[in-house]
């Protein structure tokens, strides 16, 4: 499961990403639309800045911003930037391995190769689906959820 913080982030860069183009969103504002504590989406936001997904400008009219295309940025460069690898074990990790006690031999260790395989489908899919694309795939369930069919005659 991803954690707290990484749903948070991603909510608010789909809400940044509805105003892409239209300047900065104050923290205040972004965490009041999207139910964020405000404390907590400042921490999120700095690590999204750092990362150079976002931008932020200070000031009157400040406020942070997508710092490029949301066509541009991945669900799993986000995700990955919020809460690091996407491997469900260590020893299967790209970034952060780490070699299982448990385990006599890697290579042949069944529950390794399997999640393997969960590593690989889930970074396939995160990295492969931009924000736009979530929120393409967002507006179109919410119009179909919304399409009343009349039958009268």
Do not use: W
């Not at 205040?28 to 750092?50: R, S, T, V, W, Y």
Request: glycine share 10%; aromatic share 4%; with cysteine.
């Amino acid at each position: 499961m991803i954690s707290k913080k990484t749903k948070y982030g991603l909510l608010a860069l789909l809400a940044l990403a509805r105003k892409y183009g239209a300047g900065p969103v104050q923290i205040g504002d972004l965490a009041e639309q999207e139910g964020i504590p405000k404390k907590f989406l400042e921490l999120i936001l700095l690590h999204l800045k750092n990362a150079g997904i976002l931008g932020s400008r200070k000031g009157k009219g400040g406020g942070y911003f997508l710092a490029k295309d949301p066509a541009q940025i991945t669900m799993g460069s986000a995700v990955r930037v919020l809460d690091g690898t996407l491997a469900p074990v260590p020893c299967v990790s790209e970034t952060a391995y780490q070699k299982c006690t448990e385990c006599d031999d890697e290579e042949s260790c069944g529950i390794r190769l399997v999640m393997k395989d969960v590593r690989d489908a889930v970074a396939n899919i995160l990295d492969n689906t931009s924000v736009k694309e979530v929120l393409v795939r967002s507006s179109d369930a919410a119009k179909k959820a919304k399409k009343v069919i009349d039958y009268s005659i």
